[in-house]
């Protein structure tokens, strides 16, 4: 029978020749079939070319292979056969297919049969059906079928055990094919190969439909003769070997360098492996067999994170592993994924960070894609499921659906611009360049990447548009309101200064009651607590006054210092998210928040502003006591010049954006004005210097507002 298969375009061309379609082809051959092969991924092809040669071939059976990133074109492409060549079967497989088996039967009524899973024996005996050799389609194993009564689908096909047992991919077919392959590519023509089949880990992000999760692997013999075969036949000279385990197992890597020396081969290679296999030993072996770079799957720097997606390894096993890999003369390469589900800004920073400090010598951002197939694909809400514009959105510019706490649109931008964060660093030219670890290519590729992201990072930084020191300012957001930010330092200082009575707080309380002017008998709501400074002044005057605060460590101080300076009253305090108070409408009188709102960012602040809006009785006073965004203090710790940068104050503010805040919440201004430092030598320069237009800005220290509910 005449079979011809396709490869189909995506929207780049591919790096490699498509091994799956390559087995078919040789499985086919072998059972005496006729076999063409086109591959409208490979930088060369036309579509021209190959409708010509189709229309040479005069195929009988069209076979293609589905995958997610092109189902566009793939669709497209069966629509296209089935016009021109109407006699001609249309068999599907793949990734695709054999994540969704009969979803593409029902998409597509121009296919007829899909191949789920492993295809090498399923196919010839597809090919036997359309024969006549065999009377039915359900009684072959591994595929999906249009029945009387619908779509059909047979018993699964079991995993083909002896993997010696499949010809070599039929590479003749690829001779006229030339690919871009990767970047950090050794040689000129990098062929590839399959070691082993099949992962026993159940990572959330990984399709594992087509091989299973069985390990199975290939002798060390008939890998090193099918690597000859392929340089006797295509003149390779870079071997990349892309099964995703095959650095494990160091019985049989001993016996592969054992046969890979006799062969006298000699090809540079490169694999990927687990970070928790092997260890540096072997990795020196590698490196003196050939092995030139090693690619880890990291995922994330976060070990919470790595327990979520059940990558089963740690962010210390991968700094080891690493490491031992570098120690021994590899280049590695780590792999990185924003956006698993359960991903924060703060565990999306550590990931970046830890990439940072982990600092190999290549290192890819994806933003997670849930491909069908994978734990995470079947978490989707149904409306998505077959949004394949989004689910494959780097390749065509749409955003990607998000399934963390970070927006599409961050994920987008964050995705190239993480990049430009690793690559852009002079660390990253001192360590990783100067360090000149062979092949003296991948140096060249690793200093052009360090040239172009260094400029970029510093671009967007001028521009204010780098979204990786955005997300880092929501991920310190984040530390501010979690309940484990206030370390014993923050609280021991202030403890101290609520102890000593110091001028700082003397100056700030007075400031406050100045504002709040609180009468006897008000409650009153202290935002943002901290050891009960506030509380106790306001109690120490007769005043009920209630704690908030997201750190319930926080409240345990307030209270321990609110009864050990004032006994008489009782405390009380709630420990809550300022976006959502835990509290009635209409319940208080007045609501101080001092040195608060610095630490929120306008999403969050405004939302607390709504909630205070909420809880105040009918007119009852808001005040805020914050520093201001134009002093010269704050902008010296802004870049981190005499004075340290605070990474905490991410919400620094003019006063007329405090005022068009308030205003869009309901409130009504009653008073506001600046106020300068404490320090007394400041406070004189700062008053006479407050009124003096321009200059006057880098002085107005504090900003003081009283607003009032008026419904």
Known sequence: MKLFLVNSSGDYPNQFPPLGLLYLASAAREAGHMVSFYDLGAANAVQEHFYRRAEAFAPELFGVSV???????????FRDLHTKFPHAKILAGGPHVSALPGEILKDCPEVDVEVVGEGERTLCEVLEFFEKKRSSLKEINGICYRGDSGIVQ?????????????????YDLIKECSYSYDKFAYGRRVGITISSRG?????????????????????PENVVAEIQFQKELLGIDEIYFVDDLFVTNQNWLDAFFTVYKKSGLNLPWKCLGRVDQVDEPVYKRMKEHGCFLVQFGVESGDNEMLKKIRKNITVEKVSRAV???????????????????????????????????????????FVLVPFPGTHNYRSLPEELKHSWNRIRYYHK??????????????????????????????????????????????????????GAFLMANLLLSLLGRNIVSKIRNKANAINMISRDYYDETYYAGHVRRLQNNNRFTKVKLQRLFALLQPRGGELILDLGSGVGTIMLALARVGIRACGLDYSFKSLVIAKNNFVQHNSSAPFSGICCDGKNIAIKDNSFDAIAAVDFTEHLDDAFLTAALSESFRILKNGGRMAIYTPSVTHLFERLKKRNVILKRDNSHIGLRTMEKYLDLLKQCGFTI??????????????????????????????????????????
Not at 339 to 352: F, K, L, S
Not at 398 to 406: A, E, T
Request: proline share 7%.
């Open 154 to 170: 047979t018993a699964p096909r079991d995993h083909i055990a002896n993997l010696d047992s499949i010809p070599y991919p039929a």
């Open 397 to 450: 510019g749409h955003y990607p659906i998000s399934m963390c706490d970070l927006s599409p649109e961050e994920l987008y931008h964050l995705e190239k611009q993480a990049r430009y964060s690793f690559y852009g660093r002079i660390t990253y030219f001192t360590h990783n360049i100067l360090s000149f670890r062979r092949p003296f290519k991948v140096t060249i590729t690793k200093c052009t990447a360090f």
């Open 670 to 711: 009653d008073k506001f004005w600046f106020a300068p430092t404490h320090i007394p030598l400041f406070n004189f320069l700062e008053k006479v210097l407050m009124p003096i237009p321009v200059l006057g800005t880098f002085t107005r220290r504090r900003i003081c507002i009283r607003a009032v509910k008026r419904v």
């Open 199 to 219: 992962c026993p880990y159940n990572c959330t992000f990984c399709n594992k439909a087509v091989f299973g999760n069985r390990y199975r692997r290939r002798s």
């Open 323 to 365: 490491t031992a890999a570098q120690r021994a003369g590899l280049n590695v390469a780590a792999y990185f994924i924003l956006g698993h589900p359960g991903d924060t800004y703060r565990t999306v920073m550590r990931t970046i960070d830890f990439a940072i400090a982990l600092n190999p010598d290549i290192c890819h951002f």
């Open 67 to 77: 995958y997610t990133t092109q189902i566009d074109n793939t669709i497209a492409l």
